[in-house]
Structure formats: C-alpha cells, structure tokens
C-alpha cells in the first residue's frame, strides 16, 4: 500500500510549513471545483507538474495512487454522460445520449479528481503524519475551547499509524484463510459472504486486541488527554513559508482572474 | 520431491519498495522427515515457505512438489478462528464431504494434537491460548495435508504447553510419516525435533544437512545442550558432534560418569 505514505526527499516542498500545505490542499481543492476554463486547466497542471517535480518524489508513485481511484473517476464520468442531456447529441445507443456538454463535463470532473489525488498525494508524500497532526491541531487551536483538539490529533494520529499495520495484518489473515481452504473468488454469493466472515471476525478481534494493548501501554505512560501539551518541534514561519505563501496568494489570483477572462 | 530451481523472490517489482527476498534459491529437500528452517529475522524463513505452498509465486525460478497437498500453519494461528464452535471451526475445509467422513477426519484431527471429542461443542474463543492453538492446528490437519509447514508452532505459550505440542508434532511425524517443515528461532526445539536444517541468510541457503552440523556455523546461535557439550568439551571431556538432543546427552554423559565409578 503506497496511497499517501510519506516519502522522504528533503526537498523544498518536504520543507515548508505543514500547516500551509494543509490550508493551500483545502483552498486549492475547493477552488478547482469551481473552475471552468481550458486556459485555467493548462496553467494549473502545469504548476502543479511544476510542484510535483520540485518535491523529486518519483512521478510513478503519483500515477500508483491515481490508479487507485481510476474506477471512482471512470465511474462518474460515465454516470455524468448519461445523465446530462443538453447540448447536441454527439453519440446515440437506444436510449442512452452523450452530447458535447456532457462529454466535456464528463473530462473536466475526472480532471478535477485527477488533480486533487495529485495535490493530496503532493501533501502526504512530502508531508510525515506527524507533522500533519501537528498542522491540524495548529489550524484548530483557536477553537480549543468547544473542540477537544487534544484528543483530536491523537486519535488522528494513531488512526494513520495503523492503517499499514491493519492492512498488513489484513493480507496475512487472507493468506492464512487461503491455506485452509477458504474460497474468496467463490461463484456462490452466500457462500461468498460467508467467507468473508472469516476474514472480518478476526480482522476485527486483531484491532480490538491492538486497541486494547494500546490504551494499557498509553496508561502505563500516564497518559492524561487533559493536560496542556508543547512539541519537540514547534512549527514556525520561515523564510521559503513566506515566499510559498505569497506565490499561492498570487496564484490564487492569477486563477480567478483568467477564468473571468474570455476568448 | 520437493525442489526449488533459481528461485528468486522479490516483493513489490519495479517500485521504490522493491525488496529481493529470495535470492537464486536452489534446494531438494529430503521428504518424509522432520526439517528445521532457521536464520535471523527477515532473512527469508516464510516468503521460502509461502512460494512453497504457492502462496506467493517466484519471480522467477521453478519449484517441484509433486502435487503434494501443502498444509500451512500461520504464525499465531489462533489469531484466525472464526467460528462459533470448535467442531465448525476444524471442519471448515472440508465441508463438501459425506458426514461420517468428516466426522471421522474432525475426530482424527482433533486426536492427533492431543484433545478429545468433548471439546467439539466448545466456543474456541473460551479456550486457553494452548487449546486455541491446537484448534487451530487440528483444522489444518484435517485436510490431510502431505506436507506441513508449522511457522513458529510454539511461540507466545509456556514451557509445558510448548512441550505438549511438540510431542503431539513429533507423534504425527512417528504415524503418518509425512514431512514437516518447522521454522522456529528456539535452537532447542530444532536440536530435539529436527533431523535435518535450512539456514537461511538475506534471502540465500547457507546450510542444508544434518542439524548437528548446522549448530558448527560460526555465529549461530546454539541449543542448550550443545552450549553444556561444548562447556564439558572444552574442560577435555570428548562427547562427538552428533550429540544434540537432551537425552542423547544425558545418556552419553551417565554413560562416561558410570565408566568412571568402576
Ligand atoms: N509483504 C511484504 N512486502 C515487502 N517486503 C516484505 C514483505 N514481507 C516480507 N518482506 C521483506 O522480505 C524479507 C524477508 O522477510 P520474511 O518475512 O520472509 O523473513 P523471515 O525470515 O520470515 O523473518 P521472521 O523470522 O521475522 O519471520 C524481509 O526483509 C522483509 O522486510
Ligand atoms: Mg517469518
């Protein structure tokens, strides 16, 4: 499983600050929702070709979790095409349409998915979920008051810690189940499902017991979610955060202006 | 036959993450006998006996079995029950038989690691650690396999109920004659059990032979009676080699001890 783990390059992007690569991810990703022009489309993926090449994280691992999430795009797309209806027809199967309004709307959804697994990818990659944690509770803190922010990033933070240990263990009780002779390609529906019982039952036992050895280790460490804590690493501004955040500034700009602009 | 020809295994091909964990395996391993498979930590141990037992498929490379049926014992197998009683959980592989089939091979299975018709109707979940562990053994056992591979079959239980277990492996050894496969880092399980070793190291056979000669590898580590024979040897005693298991030591040393008193 490589989908958004992190990947070391110390480059400039692994640098910045994580709580502006978090705050330009959500503005960016809402942002490309409401764009519309070619002209626009062109300048954002080549900046963003421009930041994945400056992270140097291999352009394969970009493609890997794109494809991870082919199905989901193709599956819109498609369902886009034969729901929408104006525009002129362009392809005619009994009662199914594609017009050129809904093909080109069909292209610029999977654009938009396609570029937002680009920018996630871009933040976990060059992003350790330490540091992202530390992002969040940071962006949150001012609202400490009615959101528990503590407990927040802590169960953030280990959710992500065992997301490769739980798949791993997923995989190796799919092995185990293999070897005694437990089908999951069956062609029998019930019996399919009940085979996959045999995979939760104890996938789910193995993340309560893994809970359970948690929660005693963190009480042996005295844990208490309740005390004021302070990182080792406090995050600060330095100088290439403020050069990056003019840029978005200017880019964030540069975007609303050419997609007012008409040809 | 069992037969490894230019093995090679690698996980994830082609990726950042790409690992070599065989390396050019080439081995005819010996049937019909018990067979340790030792060497450190990530050294190879199970991705050899998943490209056995087909779970995995080598990058390159051929290997042999004859067609034999491979039964294979995950670590922790207990860690894989799923059913509400112990006679479910142990029939599960072979459902599609005739009753009184099954019922015979449930009965077989169950014997063969030490427990009795009684704990059919049991809840597995309610059972000791050891108990839970033989369960999940048995339901292994009842496919008959022709090959069994036992990955660390003891580890995580106490000394006793270690001790049960291994009889129960060393019994079914004795009757069905089949060959066992067991990967284990305690020396004094392979030194009592085995007749012949793999010693594996990063993804590479160093030895295949007698488990006596395994224990001259400089930097292995050794059982506890070959730790007392090399004590007692190097004080000028001369107790041979193929001294490895306790009560051939024991029987070597009352032996000179009594030589001694006449
Ligand atoms: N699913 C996997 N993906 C990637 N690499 C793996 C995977 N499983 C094992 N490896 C790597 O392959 C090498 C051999 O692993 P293997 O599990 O065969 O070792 P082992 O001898 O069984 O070790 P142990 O005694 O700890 O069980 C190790 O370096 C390990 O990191
Ligand atoms: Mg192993």
Redesign the interface.
């Known amino acids: 499983m ?1 989908f958004g783990q992190f ?1 070391n390059t110390k480059s400039i992007i692994h640098q910045l600050d994580p709580r502006i690569k978090l705050l330009s991810l959500i503005i960016f990703g809402t942002q490309i929702f409401f764009i519309d022009s070619i002209q626009n489309y062109i300048v954002i993926i080549c900046t963003m070709f421009f930041l994945v090449y400056l992270s140097h994280v ?1 352009f ?2 970009f493609l ?1 979790s794109t494809k991870s999430i082919c199905s989901i795009i193709l599956f819109t797309s498609i369902l886009n095409m034969f729901f929408i209806t104006n525009g002129n027809v362009i392809f005619k199967f009994f009662f199914l349409r594609i017009t050129d309004c809904s093909l080109m709307l069909a292209i610029k959804m999977s654009l938009r998915l396609i570029i937002l697994v680009f920018l996630t990818s871009l933040l976990t990659f060059t992003t350790s979920t330490l540091r992202l944690t530390d992002a969040l509770v940071n962006i949150l803190s001012p609202f400490k008051k009615i959101l528990p922010t503590n407990e927040i990033s802590m169960i953030i933070s280990i959710t992500l810690r065992f997301i490769p240990v739980l798949s791993e263990e997923f995989k ?2 799919m ?8 089908d999951f390609k069956s062609k029998n529906i019930n019996e399919r499902i009940k085979n996959y ?2 995979l939760l ?2 996938i789910f ?2 993340a309560f017991r893994r809970a359970d050895d948690l929660a005693f280790a963190m009480q042996a460490r005295c844990y208490n979610p309740n005390i004021k804590r302070n990182s080792l690493k406090k995050l600060k501004l330095q100088a290439a955060d403020f050069y990056a955040i003019s840029f978005l500034i200017a880019f964030f700009f540069l975007t609303c202006f050419l997609e007012n602009l008409k040809f | 036959m069992i037969k490894f020809e230019n093995v090679t295994y690698i996980y994830n091909p082609n ?3 790409e690992k070599k964990a065989l390396d050019n395996i080439n081995i005819k391993i010996d049937e019909g006998q018990i067979i340790g498979l030792i060497g450190k930590s990530g050294s190879g141990k199970s991705t050899l006996v ?1 490209n056995l ?1 087909t ?1 995995l498929k080598p990058t390159s490379g051929k290997i042999f079995t004859d067609n034999k049926k491979i ?2 014992v ?1 670590q922790y ?1 207990e ?4 059913e509400m009683s112990v006679k479910n959980e142990i029939e ?3 459902k599609n038989l005739d009753e009184t089939e099954k019922h015979k091979r449930v009965l077989d299975a169950l014997v063969a690691v030490g427990l009795t018709n009684n704990y059919l109707n049991k809840n597995p979940f309610e059972l000791s650690g050891g108990e839970k562990r033989k369960v999940a053994i048995a ?2 056992l009842v ?1 008959q396999p022709e090959i069994l591979i036992l990955d660390e079959p003891t580890v995580g239980l106490d000394f006793k109920t270690q001790q049960n277990i291994l009889s129960y492996i060393k019994k079914l050894h004795e009757t069905k004659k089949i060959t066992i496969i067991i990967i284990s880092h305690n020396m004094n399980i392979i030194a009592e059990l085995t007749q012949k070793t793999i010693v594996m190291e990063n993804g590479k056979i160093i030895f295949y032979g007698q488990t006596y000669k395994a224990f001259n590898i400089p930097d292995i580590k050794l059982p506890d009676t070959k730790k007392l024979i090399n004590l007692l040897n190097a004080k000028g005693f001369q107790i041979p080699d193929s001294i490895i298991k306790f009560d051939e030591t024991a029987k070597f040393i009352a032996k000179k001890l009594k030589e001694k008193q006449n």
């Open positions: 490589n990947y291999p394969k691992l890997k190796m009780i092995k185990a189940q293999t070897m005694r002779g437990i019982l045999a039952i104890p036992i193995s | 990726t950042v993450y998943q037992c779970l039964g294979f995950f197998p860690h894989q029950i799923f599960f592989a072979i339901s292994i496919m």
